[in-house]
């Protein structure tokens, strides 16, 4: 598989920077668009982005990576030597391959601070420890990015465009009140990768921030999973291995880190809402069929409505969720999934949290959960 030099134009004051991408299959065009007035951050004369970005695609394919320009020295020793040899071990369809490309210089060192922002209970948190907190100048945020490649939809991508159009309208709005820059990059790696974007997240996410070198010298890649549920191998989430894995998408002048796995996400919603208007902001909702605000019924508004109810912050975030809608689900949820799914992290943490402050769940949620759980024990016929 060949990556070619990038091309860019600009039109309709959006700038798309693209390459065409060669294999077997025929030639393909990876691409990423921004607005203009982020077109002198884009770096064009290393091709670090296109690689991290089509990496996925050549392992699927079992095609070898030749890269026609100049890559990172640093990000392509790490690829080659343990990047792509924990993909494999993360994702077993997925085959080993070698990348050939020419090691380029470093670039002039910038001095931008970024990270991921859905406003979620995991890019929150990182905005907490990294800007409202007591953090040194040269790691203090100075910008936001908000990136489609999946986590709008990776199947359905006109119904995944105009969500990620609305939710970015959303995070804008909060990102102008606490007077960050917010950068909004659209791409079509989705359509090219055609991959659960659970399971393949972080380059995913990464690429579009290899593309603003000229810009960032630190990206905060929001972790989803605390230090003592991370491990190496096969996994639905890449999120598992993130405290050893972020750091390897590096170069010699952007700091990729992981941020957040020293929380439980309990802990990470307590320091959510200790965030100013965060209690309007919040925004976790996973529905791909909704106008990008909280459901506040599905399986990740429960989990984080639920947190807020044992933190006792739920009455606070009425302005984010639908609480009656909550409350007509609450019961089930907490039947079918809190009392329930004990294999899950995420519910373990909220059970330990319940322990610690001893709160008590109603007699009729607790036996109903043990007449859900023989129901599932028993053969369906």
Known sequence: MEINPVE????????RVESSIVSGAGSRTLWFDLDTVHERYIV??????????????AMQEGEDLVVKGAVSEKLLYNLRNYYVPMLVLQIPALKPIRI??????????ARGVATGFSAGVDSFCALYDHFFADVPSSF???????????????KEHGRARRLFRARYALVRGYAGEIGLDLIGIDSNVSELLMMNFQQTHVPRNVAPALLLQRLLGKYYYASGYRYQDAFIGATH?????????VHLLSTETLDCISSGSQYSR????????????AERWLNVCVRSDGDGTNCSTCWKCCR???????????????????????ARVRSGYIRSTILGDVGDPFVREIREH???????????????????RLRRMLPRS
């Not at 936001?144 to 999946?150: A, I, M, T």
């Not at 309990?266 to 208007?277: H, L």
């Not at 984080?304 to 909550?326: H, I, K, M, N, P």
């Not at 610690?356 to 043990?370: M, N, T, W």
Request: glycine letters at 6%.
């Open 8 to 15: 860019t134009t600009t039109a309709n004051g959006t700038v």
């Open 44 to 57: 064009t004369d290393r091709l670090d982005a296109f690689l991290v970005g089509s990496m996925l695609l």
């Open 100 to 109: 050939f490309a020419d090691a380029a210089p470093p670039a002039l060192i």
């Open 140 to 154: 203090k945020l100075t910008h936001l990015v908000f990136n489609n490649v999946g986590s709008h939809g990776y």
């Open 237 to 245: 989430d890449l999120a598992y291995s993130d405290a050893a894995s």
């Open 266 to 277: 309990v802990e990470k919603t307590a320091r959510v809402a200790a965030i100013p208007g």
């Open 304 to 326: 984080t409505l639920f947190t807020l109810e044992v933190l006792g912050e739920l009455a606070r975030f009425a302005q984010a969720f639908d609480l009656e809608s909550w």
């Open 354 to 372: 319940c322990d610690k402050v001893g709160y008590r769940f109603p007699r009729r949620d607790i036996l109903a959960a043990k007449v859900l």
